[in-house]
């Protein structure tokens, strides 16, 4: 057989053409029988061969793979089927082992994530000695490994990346005989601005926006807006009455807490309506503080109030006083004031732990008026017995808006319920949906 006599595949047939060069001393290859795959006739001295697949005039490039002669057989037959065999599943496993690589969703950048179909899927796996995950930069840098890979592995993620800057990715299998490039793939990392797995909380934020800009208007307008009404802030007035006709003090107690907790700045602001009220019937106002910090502000507080109403002759400043940082001393401390200077009213709002109940108890054996409040769920149970009224949870939040309906609290308050009644409706729908056999809709808000 001549050279002409061997096959070729014309631009426009669909099998996958493979070219390659190989070692040997011959010129010629007598007889090639490998399905579509067909070698050029033309055999040079080298030691290395150049594999590639594709269809018409647009060969893609695979892999380099060694090509090793062996004596012909008695029917004219040459070469190791080792490189034939390689051939073949360059040719027949490009779609498994396509990769691409795209810059990493929601992220700062600097990142670039690669996928491909694991090589375990196919079954030339086992033929697979080593697995490696190799890169260079575009401008025809150096080529680096990044990791050496299981056949299982579907996806890596290079973080040390500069983004806006190209590179080219490829996987590299080396056989018993051979060395392929299976798959290649260029990335650019780049920052992003938006995350859209957060598109949820976004709209979550627009929402309440506009909706606490919306109340915020009416309510400088002077639109009347409705608050449900709180028992225990209703009888803030009738509690510092009673006071002044039996002509005792009050007494203001804001928690064993800093001024970092939320429960002690929510207290403050009412005891800043506390003091007004006080200042207007000319009752004594007794603030004992465990906190050196929130003592400081409490006096600017009660200053500032009796300013604010024309009276401020009342302030006294031994009456907003520190007793100590010891939690069950100040319990006892305090305690012994409520024995010795009997007040009509007392106030226990803010973050209270073990010593709630027995401020609580021995206030109730005075025969005062006692309104309680904390967002600390272990010491509700303490109040509501043993108090005559008590502000549960977020009622302790509102009451400075209840008391004062300063515009800007009161468009704020407004806005917070109406979307908490908002995502309840959300979540109930959702739950509904979810229960029907229709996910999607809770999974738009993962």
Excluded at 161 to 166: F, L, P, T
Excluded at 225 to 231: D, H, V
Excluded at 357 to 367: M, P, V, Y
Excluded at 405 to 434: C, F, H, N, W
Aim: charged fraction near 20%; aromatic fraction near 10%.
């Amino acid at each position: 057989m001549s050279d002409s006599d061997l096959p070729y595949h014309s631009p426009n047939d669909t099998a996958p053409i493979i070219p390659c060069r190989g070692s040997g001393t011959s010129s010629s290859l007598r007889r090639i029988s490998h399905g579509p795959a067909a070698f050029m006739h033309h055999l040079f001295r080298e030691t290395s061969a150049f594999v590639w697949t594709g269809h018409g005039s647009a060969p893609t490039f695979l892999a380099s793979v060694s090509i090793t002669r062996v004596p012909e057989d008695r029917n004219g037959m040459m070469y190791s089927i080792v490189p034939l065999l390689v051939a073949a599943f360059l040719s027949s496993a490009e779609a498994e082992v396509r990769m691409t690589a795209v810059d990493t969703p929601n992220d700062g950048g600097g990142s670039i994530t690669l996928r491909w179909i694991p090589l375990v899927q196919t079954e030339y796996a086992e033929s697979v000695s080593v697995l490696g995950l190799y890169r260079r930069d575009g401008l025809g840098g150096e080529r680096i490994g990044l990791a050496e890979l299981a056949l299982g592995d579907s996806a890596f993620i290079d973080e040390d990346v500069v983004n806006r800057q190209r590179y080219v990715y490829e996987i590299e299998a080396e056989f018993p005989s051979s060395t392929a490039i299976l798959g290649t793939a260029e990335g650019t990392a780049a920052t992003q601005w938006f995350r859209t797995d957060r598109s949820a909380v976004f709209v979550a934020v627009v929402v309440f926006t506009g909706l606490l800009l919306w109340f915020t208007y009416h309510a400088r307008s002077g639109r009347r807006m409705f608050i449900r009404r709180i028992a225990g802030l209703e009888a803030v007035e009738e509690a510092v009455g009673r006071a002044t006709e039996m002509g005792k003090p009050i007494m203001y107690i804001p928690g064993i807490s800093s001024m970092d907790d939320v429960a002690t700045i929510a207290s403050i602001q009412i005891l800043a309506q506390v003091a007004k009220k006080a200042g207007e019937y000319g009752t004594r106002l007794m603030v004992p503080n465990r906190d050196p910090i929130v003592m400081a502000v409490a006096q600017e507080i009660v200053k500032e109030s009796y300013n604010q109403i024309g009276r401020p002759d009342l302030y006294n400043h031994d009456d907003i006083y520190y007793v100590t940082y010891s939690q069950f001393g100040y319990a006892a401390a305090v305690s012994g004031i409520m024995l010795r200077e009997r007040p009509a009213t007392n106030f226990l709002l803010g973050m209270f732990y073990a010593e709630s109940l027995i401020l609580s108890e021995t206030g109730n054996t005075t025969g005062a008026i006692q309104i309680a409040g904390t967002d600390s769920d272990a010491q509700l149970p303490f109040f509501i017995t043993s108090c005559d009224y008590t502000l549960i949870g977020e009622e302790l939040y509102a009451a400075s808006v209840y008391l004062s309906r300063e515009p800007m609290l009161l468009g704020s308050l407004k806005a917070q319920d109406y979307a908490k009644a908002l995502l309840l409706a959300l979540t109930a729908i959702g739950v509904v949906l979810s229960i029907a056999g229709i996910p999607q809709f809770a999974r738009a808000f993962h």
